[in-house]
């Protein structure tokens, strides 16, 4: 598609539960970012793909937090046993071209707010 | 580690009026300079940012980056409530895709 989208729009959990989100980038490109923006604060960088693979997970809590991006599939990032302050809303973002091109803008999906009670 | 830095928090200022956003940015190994506008949703992209000294404008929009300070302002020229919204500076570095964010400024156009 023309758009970065993301499912759900809200999600409300209780302490302790599962939460998942998902991402389609847009068609083409081959980056995927996953950012948490707590309270319209600044972002905060979580994990990027490469099509399928793991390109920097240096912003994942590494416990609870995992992502994928499987072919053919909408990426995904999983929490689970979640917190009161995993609450944010979650911005996933793609882009086309690696390092170095110039042309690394990165697009934004309309986010996923997750609530935990 | 990078950081970003954007000044004023917030602006409040009246239909009509120019305003100049500021960004000022320590990154190792620059690569580019991003502003983007977030009103509810989605950031949504306004411009890139390479070289120093070269405006980019989009209508009522421009964008100038200096690498030797290091910062980049935003213009907004006769502003409309439209423009209300937190405008996001960040940046990139060769070596990673991440984009490293300010804590943005928040502008309100008052009618």
């Known amino acids: 598609g023309e758009e970065v989208a993301q499912t759900p729009k809200h999600l409300v959990r209780g302490e302790g539960q599962k939460a998942k989100l998902y991402c389609a980038p847009i068609k083409g490109h081959s980056y995927v970012f996953w950012y948490q923006q707590v309270l319209k604060n600044e972002f905060k960088f979580l994990i990027s793909?490469?099509?399928?693979?793991?390109?920097?997970e240096t912003g994942m809590p590494k416990e609870r937090f995992s992502a994928k991006c499987l072919p053919n599939s909408p990426c995904s990032l999983e929490i689970q046993a979640t917190k009161l302050e995993d609450s944010a809303v979650y911005f996933c973002a793609s882009s086309q071209f690696p390092s170095g091109s110039f042309t690394d803008t990165q697009y934004f999906g309309p986010g996923t707010r997750l609530t935990v009670l | 580690e990078d950081k970003v830095v954007q000044s004023p928090l917030s602006l409040v200022v009246h239909e009509g009026d120019t305003v100049t956003l500021n960004c000022s940015y320590e990154?190792?190994?620059?690569?580019?300079l991003l502003w983007y506008k977030q009103e509810k949703k989605a950031p949504t992209f306004l411009f890139m940012l390479?070289?120093?000294?070269i405006e980019k404008k989009s209508g009522r929009l421009s964008s100038i980056l200096d690498k030797k300070e290091p910062f980049s302002i935003l213009n907004i020229t006769a502003t409309q409530t439209g423009d209300s919204a937190v405008y996001l500076c960040?940046?990139?570095?060769?070596?990673?895709?991440?984009?490293?964010f300010g804590t943005g400024t928040r502008l309100t156009i008052i009618p």
């Open positions: 990154v190792t190994n620059f690569r580019s």
């Open positions: 960040a940046s990139t570095n060769f070596g990673n895709e991440k984009l490293t």
């Open positions: 390479t070289s120093s000294g």
């Open positions: 793909f490469q099509n399928e693979n793991v390109f920097d």
